[in-house]
């Protein structure tokens, strides 16, 4: 609760000193950032972390299959309704892995080849954790060691996945407070957030002050009225309806309403003056939502300059997740797209020529029982996720791949994986490479880092 | 003496009088005796109350004040409003605060945003006053109670609410008088007659085919059928007990999601366990929640039943995931914890229960569980129990224990299963208050009190006869109740709730009566990010609605731990599309439905009379002046004679109060 606490202590601070000191005006965030990330003042370089979030609960046990022998055959027995051949399975070998042979979902023969061409690494049943937890003490109860509260649940563990605070109510994401720490820095004259959503509100890009800009995959729209000037024909109208969105107001959700008004109309300018300024993006995406909105992701990396942009946060998502019922033709379906839509977005991010500062990584609320219930599988807790960019040393599996069998030494019952990572070892992994180096930034943005082993330093997939 | 503020207003015009006072006097003391109001105790607590801070916390410190002071203050908000911006905000408090510290002049502060006193003089000639405040006329109220109780006002719904006086009585006997309306139509015959009842005489009029034609139904009863307070209430129902054509099982089928929406309006006004085995036994949602076909466990091949359907009718469709209080408010242990209303051996033990249902209608054969036989797909007739499919063994869920059933099940036997566990369900202490609380959220404020959601809660639990879950009780509470009929409340910085995309359009169709040529309400597709809502009926993206019930936008809402569930889907680009929307839809039209604009025309030249009655129709009189200003001198700006300058002025007046944060956000 230090974490709370403190940062109820700087708020009351500054709203106490703020009208008489130095201090007025100037964000909570600036402040924090100018705690320590000095190693970030030299710099003049340019990153952007993009969030890939798979609503539902993505099926791990058929992402990626123990492929041969008897661990294919436990894997087999575990769930034989639902079992991927042998023979489909899209071999990986990955570097420093010693384990039983490995093979990803047919779907992914562009992840296959990234994983292949080290661009890409596994991130093996990484989840929510309080605090790291064995089969014996989970087994032994509540009192043994805190857990997220309400796991298995899609809205609690969307949610803890993105606060990175399983522990606690929390009012911001750890993607948001990375934006807190770093956007001053780095983009100190942008006028567009360095949290950008092209997927929807989320929670993981809430900052203490950093608000996400929400983006079409068309890119900014215009209320038409303000754009031509006039409303039917009249200037004073659209100047009317300008006012009427975007005028501070008393009342709490009127007061919510206009900010975001105000947001949407002088952010759009700024935006859309910047995308038609910038180098098109010409690689082929295929007509999907996901690839739709990756789109989008490349045209404002391309747009960086003229956003004034040295660092940039991404959330794009993908929904249908929930294979409770037909797993195997849905979960084809969505990993078709997706791999598509990734292997698109590469290959664009490739012909930019800026692969190696950019990062993206999937996520997804939870990971899903071994067991099969016929059709499908249910809700689980760890799971396995991709990252991929020129930045990251691929070909490898970060953390544990477990044991794809009943009973083991990561069995929450019925196959449910009792997770390895934590989330907030993948979050201070991606802060680091960010340029959010001191431990005070890292200990803002992922309060419960140091109760993991990859917390001080991160998992290393980052070069 | 504890005084209502009408009689202290009455007494200090008597000492007015009597003393030869200059003037009235401001309520601002809040305590239950005479004492006048310190800055430090009143003045306090006004300026929390102000910024959204409620119950105990709003006293810590007051030490002559009382718990009454909440209650006082609610019953006086209108005339603390002393800058007359519409709402008792936080500059009120802190003018009010200064006040009592004996702060004359420029040391008042200035008033707030659209505010109509701006200047300390104006506002302290206001206190001079007493502070009159406003009152609702009967039409405002009937326009604010139509805008809770249905898809959107009309004038003829106003003025007759009006003449019966628009107050409680009036209230209370249209609530009883729509239990008994029945629906213009079933969403089923219209499928059936791929039109409405009388398509056959328009022509294109029966050529309603794929889900667009549950689209158009929709609309069409939301828009016109006169059972107005059944439609919006199948409305909430569906966006608890959601089914959905996005990643799901029915995507295409009509008649699926038609019979649904059939079930929700016909059980809207019944009981709420009958609605809880109706949804639970509808094929439309056996298919979105998987529990259809979900067979018995089998050790052979190491299957379990589906848990898909047990979690969720827990988590979203009644007793949600945490031990309730009657007021709505969160149990805690003897340790102070949240306490989990259930764990993952309930959810595996109740998966059993829902197992052994597929499609009703006749024999129990496997063909049939299949849905091989011919016409076996009956997606208007419950799911019935396939005992061979169903679980035989122990179930054991939420401390009750339905024993393992010995030999060959029996029908009776799998369907006494299901009975025990919605029964269970129904009669858990969190059901009542976890419905009645997001009834509330649908219909009135996203921020309900905990009395308020206490005394809707004991009508589900009892109706005043004795029955748990009569619906039309609850209903009654939710819109009966004195937090959401008191016209206190329109002054109330954190009452309310925003419109959502859907009721946005409602209003419009409703308003001015737009009717298609065709017929048919030929509202197929409302998702487009450049100018549509990003809302459309039966197309959430998934089980957990368009927004959660608990929804906050991080930042100042969610860090007052208030919830605001709508802007989940507002944010710059809907926002943005909306406005959009606005413009084209209103001088368009949509599809090929036309409004009548007529009543505004007769105004043309008179833009503050077409202003007044845009306010009460749309925003019952809420449109602050600074609002109706605006407005006004943007019609009148349009000037006479020139290229469809009549059409330019109504469209204008009718798009900017559409647009106005005052219309946006219902208190």
Known sequence: ?463 | MRLSPFQSVALSALAALSLNVASAQCPFSLDTGAAAAIATDDGLVLSRFASGVRGSPALNNATTLSSTAEATTVSRLRRFDVDGNGVFDQTDGQIIQRHLMGFRGTALGDGGAYAVRLTPSLIEAYIAQGCPGRSMTARERASRFLTQATWGPTWSGIDTLAAAGANDAAFDAWITAQFNTPSMDSHWDYIARKGPRNCATIPEGCKAIFINATMETFWQQAAQSPDQLRQRAAFALQQIFVVSTVNSAIDIQPDAHASFLDATATNAFGNFRTLLEVVTRHPTMGHYLSHMRNEKEDPATGRTPDENYAREILQLFSIGLWELELDGTRKKDASGRDIPTYNQNDIIGLAKVFTGLSWGGGSTSEERWRGWLEGSTRWDIPLQMYPQFHSASEKKFLGTTVPALPGTLTQAQADDSLRIALDRIFNHSSTAPFISKQLIKRLVTSNPSPAYVRRVAEKFVNNGSGVRGDMKAVWRAVLMDPEARDEQRLADESFGKLREPLLRLGVWLRAFNATPSSGRFQIWNLEDPIDSLGQNPMRSPSVFNFYRPDYAPPGAILNRTAVAPEFQITHETTTTSYANFVVNTVSRGLSDLQPDYARYRANIRNASAMVDDLNVLLAYGQLTPATQKIIVDAVNAIPEGGFQWENGRVYTAIVLTMLAPEFLIQR
């Open chain 1, 1 to 463: 609760m230090a974490y709370i606490s403190s940062h109820a202590a700087r708020r009351r601070f500054m709203q106490q000193f703020g009208s008489l000191s130095v201090l007025a005006g100037t964000p909570f965030a600036a402040n924090l950032a100018m705690i320590g990330a000095a190693s970030a003042q030299t710099a003049n370089d340019y990153k952007a972390l993009v969030c890939v979030f798979l609503f539902g609960g993505n099926d791990d046990a058929n992402l990626i299959v123990p492929s041969s022998g008897s661990a294919y055959a436990d894997y087999m027995n575990a769930r034989p309704s639902l079992a991927i051949a042998e023979a489909n399975l899209r071999a990986i070998t990955p570097t420093g892995y010693t384990g039983t042979p490995l093979g990803l979902h047919p779907a992914m023969a562009n992840m296959q080849s990234m994983i292949g061409s080290g661009r890409a690494a596994v991130l093996a049943n990484i989840g929510t954790l309080t605090n790291p937890i064995t089969r014996a003490q989970w087994n032994g109860g509540e009192s043994s060691v805190a857990v997220p509260a309400q796991l298995f649940s899609h809205s609690d563990q969307q949610g803890q996945w993105q606060t990175g605070l399983p522990d606690r109510r929390a009012s911001t994401g750890w993607l948001g407070r990375m934006g807190d720490v770093t956007s001053s820095i780095f983009n100190p004259n942008s006028g567009v957030s360095i949290c950008m959503s092209i997927g929807g509100n989320n929670m993981i890009q809430a900052g203490e002050d950093t608000i996400q800009y929400q983006i079409t995959p068309q890119g900014a729209i215009a209320v038409g009225a303000l754009g031509n000037g006039d409303l039917y024909g009249s200037a004073a109208g659209a100047q009317a309806l300008r006012r009427l969105l975007t005028d501070p107001r008393a009342g709490m959700m009127e007061r919510e309403w206009s900010k975001i008004g105000k947001r949407a109309v002088e952010t759009e300018r700024t935006v859309s003056a910047a995308l038609a300024n910038s180098p098109a993006v010409t690689t082929a995406f295929p007509l999907t939502g996901i690839a739709g909105q990756l789109q989008m992701v490349a045209r404002m990396i391309s747009a960086r300059s003229n956003l004034n942009q040295r660092r940039q946060i991404f959330f794009v998502q993908q929904g249908g997740y929930d294979f409770h019922d037909n797993l195997v033709t849905d979960q084809n379906a969505r990993l078709g797209e997706l791999d598509a839509a990734l292997a698109a977005f590469n290959t664009e991010i490739n012909r930019q020529n800026i692969a190696s500062s950019v990062t993206t990584f999937t996520a997804s609320e939870f990971g899903r029982a071994l067991r099969h219930n016929g059709r499908g599988s249910d809700h689980g807790w760890g799971g396995h996720q991709f990252v991929f960019g020129g930045a990251v040393q691929g070909n490898r599996i970060y953390g544990t791949f477990p044991p794809v069998a009943f009973n083991t030494s990561q069995d929450a019952g019925n196959g449910r994986l009792i997770p390895t990572t934590s989330v907030d070892e993948l979050g201070v992994t991606l802060a680091r490479w960010f340029g959010a180096t001191d431990s005070a930034a890292l200990d803002t943005i992922l309060p419960n880092r140091l109760r993991f082993a990859n917390g001080a330093n991160g998992m290393g997939f980052l070069i």
